[in-house]
């Protein structure tokens, strides 16, 4: 059998912080990008978040930091072949992960373009790539028996 991609629609997006900070020198490359990605689920409604946070850094200063969640849910079809039977563990692969990171990815840096535009300083910064594979190394597990952290 073929696998299929499972099918899954942006339900929301949060911005929960946006700083910019003043640097004497205003540079014209971003050397050092800090990212941190994390993934949270909410079984009821079939959701899966990613959440990020980039910060900025120039002579290690930061200079921007943004903290955003992206919510995806997936179709109820689909939903259900991401559970692990009978450990009762959600399990996102790791190629659905990167995918899900890379949209992400992708919506920072139109949230950044978008805050900066407004801000109107750093607006002409050249953003460095970054490689989801580096970031994303392995399935992304979840323990549906335990409960959530708080």
Partial sequence: MAYRAPRFSIHGIEVDQFAVFPHSALPKEINDV?????????PEIRCLVVL??????VEKQV????????????HKDDWGAL???PSGSFSVPIELARHLTAICLGTGRGILYEKLQREGTYINLIWPIIDVRKIIQETVTFDLTSPPKK
């Fill in 34 to 42: 800090r990212l941190k990605v994390d993934f949270e689920i909410t």
């Fill in 52 to 57: 990020q946070r980039f910060q900025f850094e």
């Fill in 63 to 74: 200079i921007v930091t943004l903290q955003f969640r992206v919510r995806f849910q997936f």
């Fill in 83 to 85: 559970v692990i039977e």
